[in-house]
């Protein structure tokens, strides 16, 4: 298995971005405070939901 710095780097980049939100969010768990965690974090949440997609479909191409 080759390692990808692609998904290593955009993974790291999208828990530096939410690294306060997600403090937030393992202290002080509430619906709200996840609803506007995802608004004000659009791109990197969609990154953090597809990032199993994107694993896999880059172990196929590689």
Avoid at 4 to 28: G, K, Q
Avoid at 31 to 50: N, R, T
């Amino acid at each position: 298995m080759k390692l990808n710095y692609y998904l290593i780097i955009l993974f790291s980049l999208v828990l530096i971005d939410l690294s306060t939100e997600l403090r937030i969010l393992f202290d002080h768990f509430t619906f709200s405070s996840l609803y506007f965690a995802i608004g004000k974090h659009p791109l990197a949440f969609f990154v953090l939901f597809s990032y199993p997609y994107l694993y896999k479909y880059l172990l196929m191409i590689l």
